[in-house]
């Protein structure tokens, strides 16, 4: 599997140092140094002077003295130094091959062609070699850099698209130089010339705007937005060729860039009504930032780090870099400490207390929820950063189709599990994009209807009843009923004589294949969209809802649980086994009566509750458990509801209501349908979750009907 | 049969797999793992089955606050099943599997020893042909009178998974 010898060295240094842990594990601190653990560490040493390692020098100085330690209690401790660093050299080597290449594909899995040994690319322009060389010297320092420019990036953006609806604010011009500076100071710093000259350059002319001496305009704004864009895919560069892939130069962009920028400052913003001065950048850096995984910019400090506040929005605060696999943990840890402190609580041998114990295990309990409750929120992050997309999304759209919209946000701050900010970003962007399109009539059709002609769209985010709440409202053509259902029905996803209800028919566009698009625009593509926006928000346990006025707009509303880990749930008993069931998929449960079971021979069996007859399915034939109860009306029915179908599953009896914590049960189970991973239940045992949407399909397959 | 990318099986020898094994019994063999894979050693305890699963994997269980699957080795080997007995532990293993790091528990009869073998203890292992793909075992180590099958769970995991990819697809 590896291509070149050095590729496995790490791992053998890994190895290495594991062994002699290893060794140590079993001596006492008054024993002589095993020589196993001599002879590895001689090893190590050897490893790491000539195995062409950079940026190593912290854990060279660390082998030293653990060579030198003459007794396992001086060794121990040094070994233990050393493991530390060397983990610190790896974890910055992950990180630079996280920031990953800069390609324009959300495939994550494209950095494993670093088998290319093209260096073609870099004949263009020998610098690049060059501006590698310290930041190769130092792999963390680069790392940080990297991270801290594109975070900055990141904020300059938000701020330039603040200065569009309140040009000339001088504040906000400052807070657009500052990280600007900063990036050139850094860039200089390590000889990174690329960057160093194209933030100088915007730095030069966002100077003479904050000292009044140049009027900072739309001219300006877009320049600055496109040195933004630029300056992130030259940065992503960097940390592809870092980790060994080659990347184009993008010299003829960058000149292009600063020849503007210099040309804006020289001759000021044009007058208005003339065209505003953009540099020809070539598509591939614009389509790049719009369509680019932004999380790509979160990523970095997600990978190393995870709450990252903004110094400038929180005085006073600090924040510190955690490594995510180390907070997960944290949170398995935590999770177990509840499993075993509700175990104990409840253990008979405690009944008979005394009044003081009884005290202490109560705030035992306490201290424990709380604990739990603030390790959950860690994974916890505001919604902001996905909406600041969707505005420089939203800007850049409105530009593109001559359709002015007036974005309004509202609910930034509102936090929620940091994977599902990741994974909303691109249905959100894809609804923001159906709205723009589809929804909002050009300018002439809404000052015809009487409209205002800048049209409106609002994202607001709230908390309501443990949920998270995103509504997409625009005040747009609303939703089309008989134009969706007559595309429907040619496209044959529906019955024509079927009738439904106008919520069934709005319903319809997520139906995959879908599009009521009379020709495929730029903008949104070919109907594959909404089907996928649904299949993503589903994946996140969420749901969304639609409410439509023809002529006057569109509210979409989705609702996401509060936190991906943490799953309320029903547990049920078949057999010896435990199994939890979401709350929000069951809609009853009862104890059938004998005559309400039907089975009619070759038909599957079916109940009636009250007046719907549904399919039963015994979930210990589902799963083959042999000692479950046998017949129905001595178990218990729990009808379980799946984008409006419903089945009545069968169980021996129901066990009570517990919030778990999801684990996953690791890829090589997770093809298993109907179970959707796996929880630590009071006792310590595993109960499988189970998938309502999953089990449905298992039973009922995938019907064209729903 | 399967296309590994690993190269095609060359004597063990040029592999140098002297060192600590911690060696198990499984029906009348026994067996030695690499001392580094093994993360812990635990008695048997609660396994969760999984539906819809090949036979060999016996479930999931609870280290820790981690959920990790079980494989039943015996049924792996395609052995005779049997009834686990008091000696039957758990084996926590730390493999990779396609780049990531996984835990695993492996159910066996009996713990053993923790073996130091030499170079010279180990040979080559049995090539039953073409047939039968044996590259996870990596050597036979003769120890004392007994024979132990030197195991490198990290191959004979990954072909399962990659057999469980395909069939799920």
Redesign the interface.
């Given at each position: 599997m590896s291509h070149t010898p050095d590729a496995s060295l790490p791992q053998r240094i890994s190895d290495l140092l594991s062994r002699v842990a290893c060794e140590l594990v079993l001596t006492g601190p008054d024993d002589d140094v095993p020589s196993v653990a001599r002879t590895a560490l001689t090893e190590l040493d050897a490893l790491v002077r000539d195995g062409g390692l950079v940026g190593v020098d912290a854990v060279r100085v660390a082998l030293d003295q653990a060579l030198a330690s003459g007794s396992v209690r001086t060794l121990a401790p040094a070994v233990e130094a050393l493991s530390q660093r060397w983990e610190s050299w790896r974890l910055a080597e992950q990180l630079l091959a996280e920031l990953g290449p800069s390609s324009a594909s959300a495939d994550d899995d494209v950095p494993a062609a670093a088998t290319a040994t093209v260096v073609a690319a870099e004949a263009d322009d020998p610098d690049l070699e060059a501006e590698l060389v310290m930041l190769q010297a130092d792999p963390e320092l680069a790392g940080m850099f990297l991270a801290e420019a594109l975070d900055h990036l990141s904020s300059i953006e938000a701020v330039a698209l603040q200065l569009e609806t309140s040009p000339g604010d001088r504040h906000l011009l400052n807070e657009m130089f500052r990280p600007f500076h900063t990036v050139k100071g850094n860039a200089g710093a390590l000889a990174v010339t690329s960057v160093q000259e194209l933030a100088h350059a915007v730095e030069n002319l966002l100077d003479a705007a904050r000292s009044g001496q140049h009027d900072f305009g739309p001219s300006g704004i877009d320049l600055v937005l496109q040195s933004v864009d630029l300056l992130s895919a030259m940065l992503r560069d960097l940390g592809s060729r870092l980790a060994g892939q080659p990347t184009a130069s993008r010299r003829p962009e960058r000149e292009t860039l600063i020849v503007a920028l210099e040309r804006l400052l020289a001759h000021g913003e044009p007058a208005a009504g003339t065209a505003p001065v953009v540099a020809a950048v070539p598509t591939s850096v614009a389509v790049q930032a719009e369509t680019a995984p932004a999380p790509r910019a979160d990523r970095p400090a997600d990978a190393t780090g995870t709450p990252r506040q903004r110094a400038e929005d929180l005085p006073g605060q600090t924040s510190v870099k955690v490594d995510t696999r180390k907070l997960d943990n944290l949170v398995d840890m935590v999770g177990e400490l509840v499993i075993v402190q509700s175990i104990i609580h409840q253990d008979p041998a405690l009944r008979v207390l005394e009044e003081r114990l009884a005290r202490n295990l109560a705030q035992l309990r306490r201290i424990t929820t709380d604990l739990q409750r603030t390790a959950m929120s860690m994974r916890l992050v505001p919604i902001r950063q996905s909406f600041q997309k969707m505005a420089r999304l939203v800007r850049d759209l409105s530009r593109k189709s001559g359709k002015p919209v007036d974005l309004v946000l509202s609910g930034e701050e509102t936090e929620l599990d940091r994977r599902v900010v990741e994974d909303i970003n691109d249905p959100l962007m894809h609804m923001v994009r159906n709205s723009l399109d589809h929804g909002i009539e050009p300018v002439d059709v809404r000052i015809a209807r009487g409209k205002k002609p800048t049209a409106r769209l609002a994202l607001s985010a709230y908390h309501q009843g443990g949920h998270v709440v995103i509504d997409i409202v625009d005040d747009g053509n609303g939703l089309n009923a008989e134009r969706i259902l007559a595309k429907a029905v040619s496209q044959g996803l529906v019955d024509k004589h079927a009738t439904l209800t106008p919520n069934e028919i709005h319903h319809l566009i997520f139906k995959p294949g879908f599009s009521t698009a009379e020709k495929i625009t730029e903008i949104s593509g070919r109907g594959v969209g909404m089907d996928v926006v649904r299949r993503n928000i589903e994946a996140l346990r969420g749901r969304i809802e639609i409410e439509t006025t023809p002529g006057e707009g569109t509210k979409f509303t989705i609702r996401l649980p509060l936190t991906l880990a943490i799953l309320d749930g029903l547990i049920l008993g078949v057999g010896a086994q435990r199994f939890v069931l979401p709350t929000f998929a069951v809609c009853e449960s009862l104890r059938p009566l004998p005559e309400q079971v039907h089975e009619v021979q070759g038909q599957p069996r079916m109940v009636r509750v009250r007046d719907t007859l549904m399919p039963l399915v015994r979930l210990a034939d589902l799963f083959g458990i042999s000692d479950a109860v046998q017949d129905a009306s001595a178990g218990t029915l729990v009808v379980i509801e799946d984008a409006n179908r419903r089945v009545a599953l069968q169980v021996d009896q129901l066990l009570g209501k517990q919030e778990v914590v999801i684990k996953s049960l690791g890829a090589a189970l997770k093809k298993v349908q109907g179970v959707a991973g796996g929880a630590i239940l009071g006792d310590g045992r595993v109960g499988l979750i189970l998938d309502a949407h999953g089990l449905l399909e298992l039973k009922l397959g995938t019907s064209a009907a729903a | 049969m399967s296309q590994n990318?690993?190269t095609t099986a060359t004597p063990a020898a040029t592999k140098n797999l002297a060192?600590?094994y911690l060696t198990f019994a499984l029906s009348r063999e026994e067996y030695g793992l690499p001392?580094?894979k093994v993360r812990e050693i635990i008695k048997m305890m609660?396994i969760?089955?999984?539906?819809?699963?090949p036979a060999a994997?016996r479930?999931?269980?609870?280290l820790?606050?981690?959920?990790?699957?079980v494989i039943d080795l015996r049924i792996r080997f395609g052995l005779p099943a049997q009834e686990d007995t008091d000696r039957s532990s758990i084996i926590v293993v730390d493999l990779l599997?396609?780049g990531?790091r996984?835990l695993m528990g492996v159910v066996v009869d009996a713990v053993r020893d923790v073996l130091n073998i030499t170079e010279q203890e180990i040979q080559d292992p049995p090539q039953f042909g073409t047939e039968v793909a044996t590259d996870f075992m990596t050597g036979l180590a003769k120890v004392k009178g007994t024979v132990k099958i030197l195991l490198d769970l990290d191959v004979l995991f990954r072909d399962?998974?990659a057999a469980?990819?395909e069939r799920?697809a």
């Amino acid at each position: 599997m590896s291509h070149t010898p050095d590729a496995s060295l790490p791992q053998r240094i890994s190895d290495l140092l594991s062994r002699v842990a290893c060794e140590l594990v079993l001596t006492g601190p008054d024993d002589d140094v095993p020589s196993v653990a001599r002879t590895a560490l001689t090893e190590l040493d050897a490893l790491v002077r000539d195995g062409g390692l950079v940026g190593v020098d912290a854990v060279r100085v660390a082998l030293d003295q653990a060579l030198a330690s003459g007794s396992v209690r001086t060794l121990a401790p040094a070994v233990e130094a050393l493991s530390q660093r060397w983990e610190s050299w790896r974890l910055a080597e992950q990180l630079l091959a996280e920031l990953g290449p800069s390609s324009a594909s959300a495939d994550d899995d494209v950095p494993a062609a670093a088998t290319a040994t093209v260096v073609a690319a870099e004949a263009d322009d020998p610098d690049l070699e060059a501006e590698l060389v310290m930041l190769q010297a130092d792999p963390e320092l680069a790392g940080m850099f990297l991270a801290e420019a594109l975070d900055h990036l990141s904020s300059i953006e938000a701020v330039a698209l603040q200065l569009e609806t309140s040009p000339g604010d001088r504040h906000l011009l400052n807070e657009m130089f500052r990280p600007f500076h900063t990036v050139k100071g850094n860039a200089g710093a390590l000889a990174v010339t690329s960057v160093q000259e194209l933030a100088h350059a915007v730095e030069n002319l966002l100077d003479a705007a904050r000292s009044g001496q140049h009027d900072f305009g739309p001219s300006g704004i877009d320049l600055v937005l496109q040195s933004v864009d630029l300056l992130s895919a030259m940065l992503r560069d960097l940390g592809s060729r870092l980790a060994g892939q080659p990347t184009a130069s993008r010299r003829p962009e960058r000149e292009t860039l600063i020849v503007a920028l210099e040309r804006l400052l020289a001759h000021g913003e044009p007058a208005a009504g003339t065209a505003p001065v953009v540099a020809a950048v070539p598509t591939s850096v614009a389509v790049q930032a719009e369509t680019a995984p932004a999380p790509r910019a979160d990523r970095p400090a997600d990978a190393t780090g995870t709450p990252r506040q903004r110094a400038e929005d929180l005085p006073g605060q600090t924040s510190v870099k955690v490594d995510t696999r180390k907070l997960d943990n944290l949170v398995d840890m935590v999770g177990e400490l509840v499993i075993v402190q509700s175990i104990i609580h409840q253990d008979p041998a405690l009944r008979v207390l005394e009044e003081r114990l009884a005290r202490n295990l109560a705030q035992l309990r306490r201290i424990t929820t709380d604990l739990q409750r603030t390790a959950m929120s860690m994974r916890l992050v505001p919604i902001r950063q996905s909406f600041q997309k969707m505005a420089r999304l939203v800007r850049d759209l409105s530009r593109k189709s001559g359709k002015p919209v007036d974005l309004v946000l509202s609910g930034e701050e509102t936090e929620l599990d940091r994977r599902v900010v990741e994974d909303i970003n691109d249905p959100l962007m894809h609804m923001v994009r159906n709205s723009l399109d589809h929804g909002i009539e050009p300018v002439d059709v809404r000052i015809a209807r009487g409209k205002k002609p800048t049209a409106r769209l609002a994202l607001s985010a709230y908390h309501q009843g443990g949920h998270v709440v995103i509504d997409i409202v625009d005040d747009g053509n609303g939703l089309n009923a008989e134009r969706i259902l007559a595309k429907a029905v040619s496209q044959g996803l529906v019955d024509k004589h079927a009738t439904l209800t106008p919520n069934e028919i709005h319903h319809l566009i997520f139906k995959p294949g879908f599009s009521t698009a009379e020709k495929i625009t730029e903008i949104s593509g070919r109907g594959v969209g909404m089907d996928v926006v649904r299949r993503n928000i589903e994946a996140l346990r969420g749901r969304i809802e639609i409410e439509t006025t023809p002529g006057e707009g569109t509210k979409f509303t989705i609702r996401l649980p509060l936190t991906l880990a943490i799953l309320d749930g029903l547990i049920l008993g078949v057999g010896a086994q435990r199994f939890v069931l979401p709350t929000f998929a069951v809609c009853e449960s009862l104890r059938p009566l004998p005559e309400q079971v039907h089975e009619v021979q070759g038909q599957p069996r079916m109940v009636r509750v009250r007046d719907t007859l549904m399919p039963l399915v015994r979930l210990a034939d589902l799963f083959g458990i042999s000692d479950a109860v046998q017949d129905a009306s001595a178990g218990t029915l729990v009808v379980i509801e799946d984008a409006n179908r419903r089945v009545a599953l069968q169980v021996d009896q129901l066990l009570g209501k517990q919030e778990v914590v999801i684990k996953s049960l690791g890829a090589a189970l997770k093809k298993v349908q109907g179970v959707a991973g796996g929880a630590i239940l009071g006792d310590g045992r595993v109960g499988l979750i189970l998938d309502a949407h999953g089990l449905l399909e298992l039973k009922l397959g995938t019907s064209a009907a729903a | 049969m399967s296309q590994n990318d690993n190269t095609t099986a060359t004597p063990a020898a040029t592999k140098n797999l002297a060192g600590k094994y911690l060696t198990f019994a499984l029906s009348r063999e026994e067996y030695g793992l690499p001392v580094l894979k093994v993360r812990e050693i635990i008695k048997m305890m609660d396994i969760t089955a999984v539906p819809q699963v090949p036979a060999a994997i016996r479930g999931v269980m609870n280290l820790r606050g981690k959920v990790i699957p079980v494989i039943d080795l015996r049924i792996r080997f395609g052995l005779p099943a049997q009834e686990d007995t008091d000696r039957s532990s758990i084996i926590v293993v730390d493999l990779l599997a396609g780049g990531d790091r996984v835990l695993m528990g492996v159910v066996v009869d009996a713990v053993r020893d923790v073996l130091n073998i030499t170079e010279q203890e180990i040979q080559d292992p049995p090539q039953f042909g073409t047939e039968v793909a044996t590259d996870f075992m990596t050597g036979l180590a003769k120890v004392k009178g007994t024979v132990k099958i030197l195991l490198d769970l990290d191959v004979l995991f990954r072909d399962d998974a990659a057999a469980m990819v395909e069939r799920a697809a």
